[in-house]
């Protein structure tokens, strides 16, 4: 809504009635489609430099009955305004860890799972989330992924280290989601338990084009090599973004060059016939 200072307001209001209508309208689907499970994970491929997949990122889509596959930026603000997150949240890390049992069952159980968690979500009911969806039987050791952003971590450092200490106690890993798009005090970072920085695809997209996405890129592999983290580049689209990437020692790549998201249920068979690796 626009605001142009404060006579304006009333000439806005209806635009913003509507908008807060549609809102609730969206939460109290939000809410239905819970209760009918409607939402389901897609998973994309973080690839080694061998080839091999290291891990599957799991992106949540919201099976609308009369929409269709509906992508997070649909829906996923209004369930962290809402708190509806914490319940949604809750079932991507069970479904999370069930695909890893799979994975695990298949022969694949060093890939790992990658899930994104919210601010709303990183409170110390977190623990209990991770602890029940583990359901008493820890996965490998950094099966289970979180991605947390800079902003999520940077809100609250020493509560932030001292959760994420007790949830590397249960086997979970830690990326840095979206690195180098918040204001990551240099300092602290070395003081959090992570393995990883993942680089924003905005960086990404114009390497080769835009020297200083370019220098950006560099120095995010520099950083994390010089405290001992990995880099994962996300949005890789081509191959010269692809090799560029590869031949200053980003660990792994992500992007639409090895496929979109898909259910699990394909991604598994093609595993298995060796689609990969
Ligand atoms: P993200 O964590 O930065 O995820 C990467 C997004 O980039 C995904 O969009 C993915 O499908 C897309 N992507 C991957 N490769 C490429 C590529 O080569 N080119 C382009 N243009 N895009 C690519 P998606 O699935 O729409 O998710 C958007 C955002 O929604 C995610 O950004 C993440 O912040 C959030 N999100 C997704 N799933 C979850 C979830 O389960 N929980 C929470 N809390 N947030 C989620
Ligand atoms: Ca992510
Ligand atoms: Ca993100
Ligand atoms: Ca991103």
Known sequence: AKRRGRNRAVAYRPAFDATLS???????????ALERD??????Q??????????????????????????????????????????ELGRRILRDAVWC???????GFGHIRIAVNVSAAQFTDDLYDDVAQALHGR???????????????IMDSPAHAIELMQRLAGLGVSFSIDDFGTGYSSLAY???????????DRSFVQDLGQDASDAAICQSIISLARALDLHTVAEGVETEQQRDWLRERGC?????YLWGKPQPFETLLPALQHGRWG
């Open 251 to 255: 660990e792994e790549l992500q992007g």
């Open 45 to 86: 491929p973080q690839v080694a430099a061998d080839g091999e997949i290291a891990a599957l990122e799991a992106l949540v889509r919201w099976r609308h009955p009369a929409r269709g596959l509906l992508l997070p930026a649909e829906f996923i603000a209004v369930c962290e305004d809402s708190g509806l997150i914490v």
């Open 100 to 106: 890893q049992r799979r994975l695990a069952a298949a």
């Open 138 to 152: 820890p996965l490998a050791d950094g099966g289970l992924d979180l991605e947390l952003t800079e902003r999520v």
């Open 38 to 43: 409607e939402f389901e994970l897609a998973f």
């Open 189 to 199: 970072l070395k003081r959090f338990p992570i393995q990883r920085l993942k680089i």
């Open 22 to 32: 549609r809102r609730l309208q969206l939460i109290h689907q939000l809410r239905d």
